[in-house]
């Protein structure tokens, strides 16, 4: 079984910073790559962040220079900090990873999501 348990939003002023976590559990044959997504209300969820199991990292035009993804391997934990929060970030933001299973087959992970509120 395969968890992954998110944490670190909440309500924070235009301009401040949130750092979010996404913690995960369980056997994993292979991680490709580490995302967040974020869905706001009304709105299709939209992919804010990836990192490769490479190390690249890719970001939405939006969030350039002011979020960056990261993880730590040993702690099987990957990180979203966001800085500069502007009110539009406001939204649902799910954790995800890109797999692929023993077999061969790709598997995604999807977190409970987390909710961030940015007050303008």
């Known amino acids: 079984q395969v968890h992954l348990v998110e944490s670190g939003g909440g309500l924070v002023q235009a301009g401040g910073s949130l750092r979010l976590s996404c913690a995960v559990s369980?056997?994993?044959?292979?991680?490709?790559?580490m995302g967040w997504f974020r869905q706001a209300p009304g709105k299709q969820r939209e992919l804010v962040a990836s990192?490769?199991?490479?190390?690249?990292?890719n970001y939405a035009d939006s969030v350039k220079g002011r979020f960056t993804i990261s993880r730590d391997n040993a702690e099987n934990t990957g990180y979203l900090q966001m800085n500069s929060l502007k009110f539009e970030d406001t939204a649902v933001y799910y954790c995800?990873?890109?797999?692929?299973?023993?077999?061969?087959?790709?598997?995604?992970?999807w977190g409970q999501g987390t909710q961030v509120t940015v007050s303008s």
């Open positions: 369980g056997s994993i044959f292979r991680i490709n790559a």
């Open positions: 995800n990873l890109a797999t692929t299973a023993i077999s061969g087959m790709p598997r995604d992970y």
């Open positions: 990192i490769t199991r490479g190390g690249t990292t």
